[in-house]
């Protein structure tokens, strides 16, 4: 691994740690709060590639759970991951790393669509799937119940999908960092 490679891994966690600056939206009948953080890792594995972009997701979590409070809300520490949005937040690294992978197996056929493609299933239905066996593991709520308290994050996840795939097609065309 190159010093630009860390540079890179580095930069990225501290993106997860921005976006973790905008204030969370409480719902009264979700566990999760709505945040902008889940657009880390569909930037990180869309920008970074798989190894790199599932790095930065773990470098992030490492940090938090040393109790900096970086996690939307201005929270931190090993309780944010045991709680409700454990899952997600464990799930950054699988979701970047599937993302990263789509990527780069698919680099000279990647356009828009496939883009947009990659980051849903990684940064959406592999993330959701990682939160919701947490909150049915942790918290015993049926996968069905917890499924459809999270239909209203959708919509929000649906445009943080059409951003990073912007921000990754721009990237691409103009200073490539996956390399095939």
Request: glycine letters at 12%; a positive charge.
């Amino acid at each position: 691994m190159s010093t630009k490679d860390i540079v890179y891994i580095a930069l990225f966690a501290a993106i997860f740690a921005a976006l973790g600056a905008m204030p969370p939206i409480l719902l009264p009948f979700s566990l999760v709060p709505i945040t902008a953080q889940s657009l880390g890792p569909m930037l990180a594995g869309s920008i970074l590639g798989a190894k790199r972009g599932a790095l930065a997701a773990i470098l992030f979590i490492i940090i938090m759970a040393t109790g900096l409070p970086i996690v939307a809300g201005g929270h931190g520490g090993i309780g944010v991951v045991m709680g409700p949005s454990g899952g997600f937040i464990l799930g950054f690294p699988v979701a970047a790393y599937s993302i990263g992978l789509l990527f780069e197996r698919n680099w000279n056929r990647l356009n828009l669509i496939w883009a947009a493609v990659y980051i849903l299933l990684g940064g959406i239905v592999l993330l959701y799937i990682c939160g919701l066996l947490w909150i049915n593991i942790l918290f015993d709520i049926q996968l069905h119940k917890a499924f459809l308290s999270f239909c209203i994050f959708i919509p929000g996840d649906l445009m943080k999908v059409m951003v990073a795939t912007t921000t990754s097609m721009v990237i691409k065309r103009a200073y490539p960092l996956i390399k095939v």
